[in-house]
């Protein structure tokens, strides 16, 4: 139970520092914002957790536990980074989910969906997420990786490869 207190507890408190931070000076990029409060915070968790269990400190059940905060803290907060970055950008299944939501108990169909999503207005908007946040440049009409960006197109092909999944999804 203390360790889901502290995880949770940790989490709260990161949510309330990065939406104060975000508020405040509204930064260019807000995933770099979040991974940094969440780092922080989850190792303020972690040091607290293990002072307040400093007479256990020789037990090998004190390292697990500090095993299990450690995946919670990390999970979570990769569980919320994904979510955000889903809303903060209206992905495209967001903005599908939003409009059936809209449409109430009368729904939406196909052609609804259709007139609505245009591919260039979801393209534009992560072109635009993308040259914000250091993954590409753009010059001429011709857009080029960044180091970064390479960085993540080799990370995202590596991880396609390790769980066998075919090109594109």
């Known amino acids: 139970m203390k360790i889901l207190c502290f995880g949770l507890g940790a989490l709260l408190i990161a949510l309330i520092v990065q939406e104060e931070i975000v508020r405040v000076l509204n930064p260019r990029n807000h995933a770099l914002i979040i991974v940094g409060v969440y780092g922080v915070c ?11 269990s400093c007479e256990a400190i020789s037990c090998a059940g004190f390292w697990v536990d500090i095993l299990r905060l450690a ?10 980074i994904a979510v955000y970055s889903a809303i903060e950008d209206d992905s495209p299944s967001m903005a599908m989910v939003k409009m059936a939501w809209q449409s109430g108990e009368n729904g ?7 007139r609505v999503m245009d591919d260039r207005l979801f393209l534009d908007q992560r072109l635009e997420a993308m040259q914000r946040d250091g993954w590409i440049t753009e010059s001429d009409g011709s857009v080029t990786l960044t180091p970064l960006g390479t960085f993540w197109a ?6 396609q490869l390790l769980l066998r999944m075919d090109e594109g999804g």
């Open 42 to 52: 989850s190792m303020l968790a972690l040091a607290g957790f293990a002072w307040s």
């Open 71 to 80: 995946l919670l803290l990390g999970s979570l907060s990769l569980a919320y």
């Open 108 to 114: 939406c169909g196909e052609a609804d969906f259709a």
């Open 154 to 159: 080799k990370l995202f092909r590596r991880a």
